[in-house]
């Protein structure tokens, strides 16, 4: 397996290498794209906080990336039918001048544009396309996709499911969680994370709905309440906090071997918009367990390895920070019991 680093500039690409990158990834907006387009944009993230400046800069990402493949992101949800022609005419001047190994994409118009091009072979499909089962998968082999980026709330069962072969697949292994399944969420993040604030609803906005839980209905419990919250805050990186220097936040270290069983072939560390020293520290965090997989480490070898480096057994133990928390099936989890249980 190999793992997939986040890049916002060429300036990163050496010491990620080093911590133990083995590809990257990155966005940059099309030069003129405003003058056409306004002030969509061209990827999922903010392209003034994740995206990469010029083509000249990736253009020096290529290169001082070397055998290290470099992917780029035109992954928005959806686009205006304009954009789609000038998206291709640019991927294809990325693939073929820049030297951009891949085009992660999502939106189903610019995947069929691309295939229509001839481009299919160099497309990753991007986790915003939501392949949750075996039939999506074929789908997108079939019209010709490389990898498939697995969608961040597909279960170890589900993956281990898909079984197909002809395509890589790709899944989220380190930082930044989602309260929804992305790929069906129609906003983006120009207006702030707001699946993430604790505010009050806005005037005139629908009642919180009645709890039907145990016992019947009426107020969500107190405790229920708290748990959500939880939930969100380790959704969100635990508040973009840190143990021992290395990130907290959703995490699926625990679950390489089985990853590694269902042909997973690459690892993806999320964060552009993230410092260098976040990057940095989440890449060697990978790396160690990697190598602990690697050396025939089951999931308690590699998490009591985490554990070492980062710290935090609190928020590890009890798969309160798992992005797949049935790595630990059989075992009784905590995920999403309120803050005060760690």
């Given at each position: 397996?190999?793992?997939?680093?986040?890049?916002?500039?060429?300036?990163?690409?050496?010491?990620?290498?080093?911590?133990?990158?083995?590809?990257?990834?990155?966005?940059?907006?099309?030069?003129?794209?405003?003058?056409?387009?306004?002030?969509?944009?061209?990827?999922?993230?903010?392209p003034r906080s994740a995206g990469v400046p010029d083509v000249a800069d990736l253009e020096r990402i290529v290169a001082l990336a070397g055998d290290r493949p470099v992917y780029a992101t035109l992954n928005a949800p959806s686009y205006r039918?304009?954009?789609?022609?000038?998206?291709?005419?640019?991927?294809?001047?990325?693939?073929?001048?820049?030297?951009?190994?891949?085009?992660?994409?999502?939106?189903?118009?610019?995947?069929?544009?691309?295939?229509?091009?001839?481009?299919?072979?160099?497309?990753?499909?991007?986790?915003?396309?939501?392949?949750?089962?075996?039939?999506?998968?074929?789908?997108?082999?079939?019209?010709?996709?490389?990898?498939?980026?697995?969608?961040?709330?597909?279960?170890?069962?589900?993956?281990?499911?898909?079984?197909?072969?002809?395509?890589?697949?790709?899944?989220?292994?380190?930082?930044?969680?989602?309260?929804?399944?992305?790929?069906?969420?129609?906003?983006?993040?120009?207006?702030?994370?707001?699946?993430?604030?604790?505010?009050?609803?806005?005037?005139?906005?629908?009642?919180?709905?009645?709890?039907?839980?145990?016992?019947?209905?009426?107020?969500?419990?107190?405790?229920?309440?708290?748990?959500?919250?939880?939930?969100?805050?380790?959704?969100?990186?635990?508040?973009?906090?840190?143990?021992?220097?290395?990130?907290?936040?959703?995490?699926?270290?625990?679950?390489?071997?089985?990853?590694?069983?269902?042909?997973?072939?690459?690892?993806?560390?999320?964060?552009?918009?993230?410092?260098?020293?976040?990057?940095?520290?989440?890449?060697?965090?990978?790396?160690?367990?990697?190598?602990?997989?690697?050396?025939?480490?089951?999931?308690?070898?590699?998490?009591?390895?985490?554990?070492?480096?980062?710290?935090?057994?609190?928020?590890?133990?009890?798969?309160?920070?798992?992005?797949?928390?049935?790595?630990?099936?059989?075992?009784?989890?905590?995920?999403?019991?309120?803050?005060?249980?760690?």
């Open positions: 397996m190999k793992i997939l680093a986040p890049l916002r500039g060429s300036s990163e690409v050496e010491a990620l290498a080093s911590a133990g990158a083995d590809e990257f990834y990155c966005g940059l907006t099309p030069p003129g794209w405003a003058a056409t387009q306004g002030g969509s944009w061209a990827h999922r993230r903010n039918a304009s954009a789609i022609p000038l998206l291709v005419d640019f991927g294809r001047r990325l693939l073929e001048e820049v030297g951009v190994r891949a085009l992660i994409v999502a939106e189903t118009e610019l995947l069929l544009a691309l295939a229509e091009a001839g481009l299919a072979r160099r497309v990753h499909v991007s986790s915003l396309a939501t392949c949750r089962n075996r039939g999506t998968a074929l789908f997108y082999r079939d019209l010709g996709a490389s990898r498939i980026i697995l969608p961040r709330h597909l279960t170890l069962r589900e993956i281990e499911s898909l079984g197909v072969e002809g395509v890589e697949l790709e899944a989220f292994v380190l930082n930044d969680g989602c309260v929804f399944e992305e790929g069906l969420c129609a906003t983006t993040h120009a207006l702030g994370t707001f699946c993430l604030a604790d505010g009050e609803a806005p005037a005139g906005s629908p009642a919180l709905p009645v709890w039907q839980g145990p016992g019947g209905g009426g107020a969500i419990p107190e405790e229920a309440l708290e748990r959500y919250a939880f939930w969100k805050w380790t959704l969100d990186n635990c508040g973009c906090g840190t143990s021992r220097g290395f990130p907290l936040g959703p995490c699926g270290l625990c679950a390489l071997p089985r990853l590694a069983a269902a042909d997973v072939v690459s690892l993806k560390v999320v964060g552009r918009e993230a410092s260098l020293e976040r990057k940095e520290a989440s890449v060697r965090l990978v790396a160690q367990a990697l190598r602990r997989v690697e050396a025939g480490g089951g999931r308690e070898a590699v998490r009591e390895a985490t554990i070492a480096l980062r710290g935090a057994r609190g928020l590890c133990e009890g798969a309160r920070l798992c992005y797949y928390p049935d790595a630990w099936e059989g075992e009784e989890t905590s995920r999403g019991r309120g803050r005060r249980a760690c």
